[in-house]
């Protein structure tokens, strides 16, 4: 009964001058406010960095060619290509940890032509059969992936990305089409599911994708580069000037192919070296033991000893989550910083206020004394005014920051998250401020003499 009293005399105070109350409680708006729409756009961000990074794959293992050493000479890092074929097979037999493993290629800037159209993808990627299940990519959205035979024999068989789809084959299934990448012609197996942009920003639609054995004989053969992680590159040779002069020709042993059986019959590659090898762990909790198990076969089949660097270098999707989350975390927080000091500048605003109306108040307080009020019950009067003027002010604070993070979600078409522990925490801290800067001028007004304040003018 006592606490509903004060509470019911501090509404009756706050009533009086309602125009000084509003204005003393929009400094508090304000700060809670700003402090809302902060959290919520950093928990969206962080939400939305951690969808991106699922996207791709949060238990993705990415295995490159690291520095080695020869003589006492780095070759400093995916200076040597020292990853192969048989890495990649070892890996899928021996580590248990690990669910899907596949070979990395990919090209950038390869034209990709289907009738009269034509559409440059942002990178064609290229794997075994397991790359799909490696990426997330799941279900495709139309026909097949692409199997191991077809990997085994180099098929021209190409899966495209959404935004290719739209481009090359607008109103159409694309799905048993031809689909010319530079001058290899391919046969579209497989559409797949919409995944949108990446963190990065960049179109994760906009991909062809094919088996890594055709990327590396095929198409590293029709003009450009194909690349890899580590930027590696093989590029056509031209003929030197020297050649017609000292001729280097043999009789061939063997006799020549036509232009069919050269299409058809590819020669075996001699050195089977690869770019990039990219792993799944089963579950992310697996991760860590992907990576020692990986570590292990590694080693024992590149003969490195105990005590020597590794040739190659592991890297997980969760080494880029903590970063990019940490980084969102230092923006939120140096945003609530400021935000944290409106709401200081309000609880100054509030003091002051409050030290005029105990001045205004100076012969009520000498009365209420001289009736046997005591000291302690001004206080808490003084303090529940204080502290209702806080709360009254969050709780608006918290409406218009929901507001704010709803119109910014909407116009500007940022990722914004509704977050409980934001509201709870202004809530607690706009109560806090009203105790912590409402405490003295209660306290004042606990102090004075009653003879004094009754005599006051």
């Given at each position: 009964?006592?606490?509903?009293?004060?509470?019911?005399?501090?509404?009756?105070?706050?009533?009086?001058?309602?125009?000084?109350?509003?204005?003393?409680?929009?400094?508090?708006?304000?700060?809670?406010?700003?402090?809302?729409?902060?959290?919520?756009?950093?928990?969206?961000?962080?939400?939305?960095?951690?969808?991106?990074?699922?996207?791709?794959?949060?238990?993705?293992?990415?295995?490159?060619?690291?520095?080695?050493?020869?003589?006492?000479?780095?070759?400093?890092?995916?200076?040597?290509?020292?990853?192969?074929?048989?890495?990649?097979?070892?890996?899928r037999a021996e580590c248990l940890a690990v669910e899907a493993v596949t070979p990395s290629l990919s090209?950038?800037?390869?034209?990709?032509?289907?009738?009269?159209?034509?559409?440059?993808?942002?990178?064609?990627?290229?794997?075994?059969?397991?790359?799909?299940t490696v990426q997330s990519w799941g279900t495709p959205d139309s026909g097949r992936y692409f199997t191991?035979?077809?990997?085994?024999?180099?098929?021209?068989?190409?899966?495209?990305?959404?935004?290719?789809?739209?481009?090359?084959?607008?109103?159409?299934?694309?799905?048993?089409?031809?689909?010319?990448?530079?001058?290899?012609?391919?046969?579209?197996?497989?559409?797949?599911?919409?995944?949108?942009?990446?963190?990065?920003?960049?179109?994760?639609?906009?991909?062809?994708?094919?088996?890594?054995?055709?990327?590396?004989?095929?198409?590293?053969?029709?003009?450009?580069?194909?690349?890899?992680?580590?930027?590696?590159?093989?590029?056509?040779?031209?003929?030197?000037?020297?050649?017609?002069?000292?001729?280097?020709?043999?009789?061939?042993?063997?006799?020549?192919?036509?232009?069919?059986?050269?299409?058809?019959?590819?020669?075996?590659?001699?050195?089977?070296?690869?770019?990039?090898?990219?792993?799944?762990?089963?579950?992310?909790?697996?991760?860590?033991?992907?990576?020692?198990?990986?570590?292990?076969?590694?080693?024992?089949?590149?003969?490195?000893?105990?005590?020597?660097?590794?040739?190659?270098?592991?890297?997980?999707?969760?080494?880029?989550?903590?970063?990019?989350?940490?980084?969102?975390?230092?923006?939120?927080?140096?945003?609530?910083?400021?935000?944290?000091?409106?709401?200081?500048?309000?609880?100054?605003?509030?003091?002051?206020?409050?030290?005029?109306?105990?001045?205004?108040?100076?012969?009520?307080?000498?009365?209420?004394?001289?009736?046997?009020?005591?000291?302690?019950?001004?206080?808490?009067?003084?303090?529940?005014?204080?502290?209702?003027?806080?709360?009254?002010?969050?709780?608006?604070?918290?409406?218009?920051?929901?507001?704010?993070?709803?119109?910014?979600?909407?116009?500007?078409?940022?990722?914004?998250?509704?977050?409980?522990?934001?509201?709870?925490?202004?809530?607690?801290?706009?109560?806090?401020?009203?105790?912590?800067?409402?405490?003295?001028?209660?306290?004042?007004?606990?102090?004075?003499?009653?003879?004094?304040?009754?005599?006051?003018?």
């Amino acid at each position: 009964m006592f606490l509903l009293a004060q509470i019911g005399s501090a509404f009756v105070s706050l009533r009086r001058n309602v125009l000084r109350s509003l204005l003393t409680m929009l400094g508090i708006v304000i700060g809670v406010a700003v402090v809302i729409t902060m959290m919520e756009i950093g928990a969206g961000a962080s939400k939305s960095i951690q969808a991106s990074i699922s996207n791709m794959g949060t238990n993705v293992l990415m295995i490159w060619p690291w520095a080695t050493k020869t003589a006492g000479i780095s070759s400093g890092s995916g200076g040597a290509v020292t990853l192969t074929e048989e890495d990649c097979a070892a890996i899928r037999a021996e580590c248990l940890a690990v669910e899907a493993v596949t070979p990395s290629l990919s090209r950038r800037g390869i034209q990709a032509i289907a009738g009269n159209r034509n559409w440059t993808p942002f990178t064609v990627y290229s794997g075994n059969e397991d790359y799909f299940t490696v990426q997330s990519w799941g279900t495709p959205d139309s026909g097949r992936y692409f199997t191991a035979r077809e990997v085994r024999t180099a098929a021209c068989v190409a899966v495209i990305g959404q935004t290719v789809k739209r481009e090359l084959f607008p109103n159409e299934d694309p799905v048993g089409k031809d689909l010319r990448l530079n001058s290899v012609l391919f046969r579209v197996i497989g559409v797949l599911p919409i995944k949108g942009a990446n963190m990065m920003g960049m179109d994760q639609d906009d991909t062809v994708i094919v088996p890594w054995t055709t990327m590396r004989n095929r198409l590293s053969r029709s003009g450009g580069s194909a690349t890899g992680a580590s930027g590696a590159s093989s590029s056509s040779s031209t003929e030197s000037d020297t050649s017609d002069v000292y001729p280097a020709v043999s009789a061939s042993t063997y006799p020549e192919q036509d232009s069919v059986q050269a299409e058809n019959y590819l020669l075996p590659v001699r050195f089977n070296n690869i770019n990039q090898i990219t792993a799944s762990a089963k579950t992310a909790e697996q991760v860590p033991d992907a990576i020692e198990q990986i570590t292990e076969v590694l080693r024992r089949r590149h003969g490195i000893q105990p005590g020597e660097e590794d040739d190659f270098v592991i890297r997980d999707m969760s080494e880029m989550l903590k970063t990019m989350t940490a980084t969102s975390g230092l923006m939120t927080s140096l945003l609530l910083i400021v935000a944290l000091l409106s709401l200081v500048v309000g609880g100054v605003g509030i003091m002051n206020i409050m030290l005029v109306s105990v001045t205004e108040r100076t012969r009520e307080i000498g009365l209420r004394m001289a009736v046997g009020a005591r000291g302690s019950r001004i206080l808490t009067q003084f303090l529940t005014e204080s502290v209702l003027l806080c709360l009254l002010g969050g709780l608006v604070g918290i409406g218009v920051g929901r507001l704010a993070s709803t119109i910014i979600a909407k116009v500007l078409g940022w990722p914004v998250s509704v977050s409980l522990g934001a509201i709870l925490i202004s809530a607690g801290v706009s109560a806090a401020i009203g105790v912590v800067f409402g405490f003295y001028p209660a306290w004042r007004a606990s102090r004075l003499n009653p003879i004094d304040a009754l005599r006051h003018e």
